[in-house]
């Protein structure tokens, strides 16, 4: 199936087309639960709704960089897996131009190349990092969220501006004192930011 163009898949509408940047997040299955959302929509439902989907955000990224959650990609083995993935197909599926793995989420910017739809990709990513990580915990289950969060890239500017969130993530979150220092990010593989 041909999802070119805007589509829905599960709750967020999405935007795929032959070589458009995108930015991805995905997420572990436990980092924001469900209660936790419904309860932000309800705090928020007397904004506007471009203005609650920005609050919205915002209190998710807040979160999620707060670790909240099981966190298993804090382990530098899972994180590498995860890695791994991303970096896999680079260059034959996608260009991938940034990526960080944080402790419960995981940001990437990449270009689909032609023939190579967003959706497959990110099913791609989470499903073999997903059973890899499953092995190494020896556990079962779901490990991501269902869905996720893209954004196609306008300009590049907001290219610019995007990279550069995605490589200082770990930063904002304390993690680190600069970009480079993050073992699982593409940050650490320049040599100045």
């Known amino acids: 199936m041909d999802r070119r163009g805007w589509h829905r898949r599960g709750y967020l509408p999405h935007f795929d ?47 999620l960089d707060a670790g909240q959650g099981s966190s298993v990609l804090h382990g530098p083995r899972a994180a590498a897996i995860v890695e791994q993935t991303l970096r896999r197909h680079d260059g034959a599926q996608y260009d991938l131009h940034a990526w960080v793995v944080m402790p419960n989420h995981v940001h990437a910017l990449f270009t689909p190349r032609q023939g190579f739809e967003l959706s497959h990709i990110v099913q791609a990513w989470k499903s073999v990092s ?62 100045s930011l």
């Not at 997420?27 to 007397?46: F, H, T």
């Not at 997903?130 to 300009?155: H, T």
């Not at 500017?157 to 990010?185: D, K």
């Open 17 to 63: 087309g032959d070589e458009v940047r995108q930015f991805v997040t995905f997420r572990l299955r436990d980092s924001v639960p469900r209660e936790r959302l419904e309860a932000w929509q309800d705090e928020l439902r007397m904004l506007s709704d471009a203005a609650r989907r920005v609050e919205l955000m915002e209190r998710v990224e807040r979160y």
């Open 130 to 191: 997903a059973r890899a990580i499953n092995r190494l915990l020896d556990r079962k289950g779901q490990l991501w969220q269902e869905d996720y969060f893209d954004r196609y890239m306008r300009d590049g500017s907001h290219f610019e501006r995007t990279m550069g969130y995605i490589e200082w993530n770990p930063v904002e979150a304390s993690l680190c004192a600069t970009p480079q220092e993050w073992p699982c990010g593409s940050a650490r593989l320049k040599t």
